[in-house]
């Protein structure tokens, strides 16, 4: 019965996301698909490269100042701030064979207090068995738990989060089953494309996002946030919301691989898609750590200039029956002004140089904006060159199925919401370039 719910709700999850792709109105708010209709997305665009006070950024060494400022715009009006404390860093490691004994398998247990009845994450690593050192890897934030994105017998059961009782219930094994896709980009028993990142050399690891802080509204009290709410408190405007949350336990994650002889934390890439993609690219952002930032279709939210105002807009997403639990309280303020807004998606960009980032779009998945994404590595590219980085020269968007992979790179899938098989090979080769 278990397992026709949890199915129930992926395949509730992928509908929720096609119908928002394809109705005129969503919660109530048009939506434009119309290109003639956008809005002019260079009115009020704040420039990357001009500080608050009005005097130009000229190099490298004033960039980092202007970083800072940058981020701080974020933490402020979109994504909320981390609390000054980091959380603790305790963690097991089980550490075995897995896929037949062809590969190392890591199944680390990270607990964000200092007992082990608090928030905790499970995160499943995959390293090439003959590495010579250690080895660079992808981390694939997922909606699955682990069990269910491999099928690779002695994977331990994860955990759902039972949205009547609000606690975390465990689930029982649950078999993987290959061609179903999932939202987070993976298909469901995805060992092949597992195997592929191993023989070039890479790890792989994924993790269940809802493990570090759940995906529902009134969730100041559980997971992560929950370890710092004082009950009774109101959200402050620039409270973090899930997105800041889900990076956090990432960040965390990277304190543990910085630990471990067999990761090389230098070279970890980061993906996932949708509101993962989002969780992505900021993450990249406030996390230099992540060498290589994969995001993909993170639309509105993410790497889409907000001020086109096409598919879905910040009206949308922080609609209060929609996702604004997910941001700062602030972010809602900017839905009717977004022109006004101090920050847009292209501000994502340049906080990432002069790092390898690649967003992966679908060519229809307008709700997502893919032009929006791209035009956000139009508009950020400029810190990219003061770093002396290669980027896109043309304006114009690439055809599907043309990757770029240049520094500040982009690869636009024939298709809709999502990571297609195909995607990972974007991936891979991205990471094969610049890893
Ligand atoms: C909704 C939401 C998007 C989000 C997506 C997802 O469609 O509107 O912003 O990216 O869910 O995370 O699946």
Request: one cysteine or more; glycine letters at 10%; proline letters at 7%.
């Amino acid at each position: 019965m278990r397992k026709i719910t949890i199915l129930l709700c992926c395949a509730l999850l992928g509908a929720a996301v096609a119908n928002a792709q394809d109705r005129d109105v969503v919660a109530g708010i048009p939506v434009n698909y119309d290109e003639s209709k956008v809005g002019d997305y260079k009115l009020g665009l704040p420039d990357p490269l001009t500080f608050n006070n009005g005097k130009p950024v000229k190099n490298v060494r004033q960039w980092k100042k202007r970083r800072a400022e940058i981020i701080k715009l974020f933490e402020e009006n979109e994504y909320g701030k981390w609390p000054a404390k980091k959380p603790a860093l305790r963690y097991d490691v089980e550490q075995d064979l897995g896929f037949d004994g062809t590969a190392v398998r890591k199944q680390i247990t990270l607990y964000f207090s200092p007992d082990d009845k608090g928030p905790r994450v499970d995160v499943l690593v995959y390293l090439p068995k003959d590495a010579a050192g250690p080895s660079p890897l992808l981390l694939n934030l997922s909606f699955f738990p682990n069990s269910s994105a491999v099928s690779d017998p002695g994977v331990k059961p994860g955990r759902r989060w039972n949205t009547q009782t609000r606690q975390l219930e465990d689930i029982r094994p649950m078999p993987a089953m290959g061609g179903m896709m999932g939202g987070g980009g993976m298909r469901f028993g995805q060992d092949e494309t597992i195997k592929k990142f191993l023989a070039e050399g890479f790890g792989f690891a994924t993790l269940c996002y809802t493990d570090i802080t759940p995906d529902f509204e009134d969730n100041d009290e559980l997971g992560l946030r929950g370890l710092y709410h004082t009950p009774g408190t109101p959200r402050a405007d620039n409270d973090w919301g899930s997105i800041s949350a889900w990076a956090l336990g990432v960040s965390r994650l990277m304190d543990y691989f910085e630990k471990d002889p067999d990761i090389d934390a230098t070279r970890i890439a980061l993906t996932g898609a949708s509101r993962l993609g989002k969780t992505t690219i900021w993450t990249g952002a406030i996390e230099p750590r992540i060498k290589v930032v994969m995001p993909s279709c993170s639309g509105e939210g993410g790497a889409a200039i907000s001020r086109r105002e096409y598919g879905e807009t910040v009206a949308h997403l922080t609609e209060k029956t929609r996702f604004p639990y997910q941001f700062c309280p602030k972010y809602a303020y900017w839905a009717d002004k977004v022109h006004e807004m101090p920050v847009d998606a292209h501000m994502l960009v340049a906080l990432i140089a002069p790092r390898p980032l690649l967003l992966q779009t679908g060519s229809t998945d307008n709700w997502s904006d893919p032009m929006g994404e791209w035009l956000a590595l139009v508009e950020g590219r400029k810190v990219y060159q003061l770093f002396g980085k290669d980027v896109p020269l043309g304006d114009e968007l690439p055809a599907a199925n043309q990757p770029i992979y240049t520094t500040l790179g982009y690869a636009m899938h024939d298709g809709g919401h999502g990571v297609l098989p195909q995607d990972w090979t974007y991936y891979l080769e991205f990471m094969k370039r610049h890893l």
